[in-house]
Structures are given as structure tokens and as C-alpha cells.
């Protein structure tokens, strides 16, 4: 029985097994609970991955059409295994799982426990889970940024030869204009970059590295922006899109309200958004880094926790008060995925600190401070996360005894598990599969003329369910630009309506089921699955 209890705790402290439970809990979560498409930005990526593999791709000047590295790997498995929402959102996952590899890979041999604690901590985070489930670049991005933060990880120590001091100096260069290619949040990681440039000048140390990454870095700029100008006739053309995106997202209510609403945002506003976000988690372990005894120089990048916690620190700065446009100051949104650049350095920096205050009774009461004051700030519903996490600690810190980090590591990882598993159970929001299989029996007439009346947001989507190939006999439009007259020149007007969609806070349609029917009171339903309804006008009908 000693034996077995043994192996327990020996498999519980174990980064691979952490490692292979995380990977297996995302595949789960990707399966489980996949919607297969967001009607949003996906959107915008499938079709330019669409358009580049069967031509036709151009920029529209807007600023995704610029991140080539969400979409050419996606018009890849397109060419591959035809388009469905599994090719779609493939590369997502695989960078999501690529950078729970890179976590292991980097530090597991020298700190397997703080190893361990990332894994969690990242691997199980919701809305990296969600964010590996949609196309979108955040999950991208987070890879690429992650992969760079890994080498300046290398490179914090004096490589042992010189070839390799270049190489991957070179590698670096690249990696960043990847993940530039990808989103521009890249950018966060300036600061820190600047920082262990400056500490290795000061140390005389790694110079080839750096001269290789400056000028790797500036030929492959060259490059970029030489082929934009052959392409687009501009050099600047990213650029000038980029900050025209972020002028017309601008919403005039920010502008109206700016007054009264940006001395909350650079405050206490992030803090709030932490605790909402579940980023309180990782937080509440990397504040121990100031707590612990033996406290190491900040500055000293040599040392593991003193490179992620500079890291965090540094990249945390530009988030909370840089600015998202050029014209006026915009702050970020905090929205969860606008941090993905950041978690590899949440993870890492509370992972060393639990790595070296773990069991310290006192560290164990300051986390049920910090938990018990998010539980108290956060919203109610946000209890069921926090709550536990006060009563775990604070019954380590009452048991006065050793407690090994294993039982630690699998009553958080049990915590960080409660949202997602809610949302695999949770009904689906946007209906995807229910609207598809409406669209596939009865809007896919080979002949006739065929009007579908719908909302504002299918009206832009819906060729996506067609694999971007509509049928030429059927038009798409909305419930207000319909005429009675229409039906005499067609053979079958549809009403469709995705409650799902239309009650979907994100994504602010306007229209509603109470609203629409009453327009068309001689509709009569021919098909319903979920949210999804399909009726059908009488040709006789007024409306």
C-alpha cells in the first residue's frame, strides 16, 4: 500500500504526466465542445484561406488580411482534407498543444515541478481552451510568442560557441517576424526584449546573438516590406490598414464616455478583469515571488524566476497603459485573449514561485488572502472557482505538516477544470451544426430561384456555410429589404432565424425572433432543429 502511494505522489509531481494530461484534456475539450464557427473574425480567415487556394485572395484594406500566418497554414489543410470546421480551426490547435510541448521542453530537466505548475495553470486556463476552438490568432500568436520568450530563455546564459550564438540569434529574428505575420501583440514583448538586451550589454555578454537577431531581423523586414511594395504598390500598406482598423473600431460612445471611463481602465479595472478571467489564478502563485525567503536580484536574468518574473512585469506594462490606436489614446480592451502573449510568463513566474515557497505555511495564509478577496470582488458566480482554492489553502496552512505539491497540483487543476467542463455540457451558442444541417437539406435546390431572408450577421456569413461556393440561384438578404413583390419572381422565399446568434451578447445583432415574425405573420415552419428555424412564405402572402 506504501508502495502505490508512492508511485501516486511520484506520478503527481511528474511535469510528462501533467504535460500528457493537459494535451489530453484539450483534445477533449476541442472534440467536446467544438461549435465549429463564431460567425466573427473565423470568418474573415477561412475566407482569405479560401481565397488563396483557389485564387482570388487580394487586400481589402483591413488589417487581417496582413496575418498570413492564421490563414496559409489553414488554406494548407484545406488543400488537404477539404474544408469543414476541423480543418478550420486545426492549426489553432496544434499551436495551442505546440506550446504546452515548448513549456515541457524548456524547463522540465531543471525545474519539474514549476514545470508542472505551468502546465496547469496554462494548459487548463479557459479561454486559452476556448480560443483553440475558433480560428482566430490568439492561440497563433501565444505559440510564436511563447517560442521566442524560449529562446531569449537560451540565450539568457553565454552560449557555447559561437555558432550557435548566431544561429540562434537568426532563429529569433524569424520567430518574431512569425508571430508578426500573426497579430501584432507581438509587440508586447518589446520591453522585456530591450531589457536582456541591455543586461547582456552591460555583461559583455552574447553580442553575436544579438547582432545576428538585428540583422536577421532588419533583412527580413527588408524583405516584408519590399514585397508589399511590389504587391500592393505601398510598403506601408499594413501599417496604414492597421491603424485605419483600429480609427473605425473605435466606436463614438468610447470617445463620448472617455472621460469618465479612463482613469478606471488604467486602475483598478485590470485587476477586476483578472479576477473575472480566471487570470487571478496565476497572479495569486507569481505575487509569492516577492514573499518568499532568499529573495534573488529582479534584475539578475541569469536566474529562471527572475527572467519570467521581469518578463511578466515588463510585457504587463504596454497592455495596461499602452495605447491601441495612433490617432488618440485608446487603451487595449481587456479582453482574455488580448493577454495570450502574456500567459507564458503568468504561468512560468507562479510556477518558480510555488516551485520555491512550497509547503511554507505562511505563503499558504497570503493565498487565501488574495483568493478570498477575489472571491469577494469577483462576481458571484466566480465563487465556485475561488472558494475552493480558499479552503484548500487555508486547511494547508491550519494541518501544520508537509503537504506534497502533487495534491496541490490536482485540487488546482480540479478548480481550473469546473469552467470548461460547464461549457461542454453547457447548450451551444452559436448553432452552427443545427443551422448547417438546415442549410444542407433545404437550401441547396440545384434549380430554381430561391430568396432567403435572414439577419444582418448571416447575411454577411453565410457563404461559409456553402464553403465560400453560394449557389447562384439563391439570394441572401435581410428581413427589412424584403418586398412582396419578390415572390412573384421566385419559386420559394425562406425566413431563417438563429435565435442562438441573435441572442449572442458578443455579437450585437439587432434583430430579434419576437420582432421579425410579426413582420410576416402568414410564414409557416418547415424546419426547427435547436434555436434554428426555417420557415416558409406562402407566395400568395403579402409578407
Known sequence: MHSFLQN???????????????????????????EGFYFGDDYSYSLYAHQLLHGGFHFDNYSFCHRFMVFVPTSLFYWLWGMNI???TLWPLLCTLGTLLLLYAGLHRKHPAATAWALVLLGLYYFQLNTANYLYPDNIVLFFTTACLMVLYKARQPFPSSTQEVFWGVTFAALNLLAFLTKETIVYTVPFYLCVLLYHLKRRENWRFWAAALLAGALLLAAYFLL???????????????????TLETKQEYLDSRATTLLPRLTYKPLLFFIGSGLAIPLAFAALSFFRTGRTALLHLRRSHSFWLVALLSMLLPIWFGTATVDFYKPMPLL?????????????????????????????????????LCAGLGEKNLAVMYAPLVVFFMGLFLYRKPVPFALGLAVVALVLCIRP?????????????????????HLKHPAGNYIVLTDSIMLRRHPYFYGFDTPQNYTYQKYSAYLPSMAQRTDTVFLLINNGVLEHPELMAREKEKTILPQFPSARLL???????????PKDSTR
Open 421 to 441: 467542463v460547464y461549457f461542454i455540457f453547457k447548450p451551444t451558442v452559436s448553432y452552427y451544426a443545427e443551422q448547417k444541417e438546415i442549410i444542407d437539406r
Open 228 to 246: 508589399y511594395k511590389i504587391f500592393s504598390g505601398d510598403a506601408l500598406q499594413r501599417l496604414y490598414d492597421i491603424k485605419a482598423t483600429n
Open 8 to 34: 501516486i505522489r511520484r506520478t503527481g509531481q511528474s511535469p510528462l504526466f501533467w504535460l500528457l494530461f493537459v494535451c489530453g484534456f484539450t483534445l477533449l475539450y476541442f472534440f467536446a465542445e467544438h
Open 527 to 537: 424546419a426547427r432543429r435547436g434555436k434554428v428555424k426555417l420557415f416558409v412564405l
Open 336 to 372: 482574455p485573449r488580448m493577454f495570450h502573449p502574456l500567459l507564458p510568463t503568468f504561468c512560468l513566474a507562479a510556477g518558480l514561485a510555488l516551485e520555491k515557497v512550497w509547503p511554507q505555511r505562511a505563503a499558504f495564509l497570503v493565498l487565501v488572502l488574495l483568493f478570498g
Open 86 to 88: 476541423y480543418t478550420t
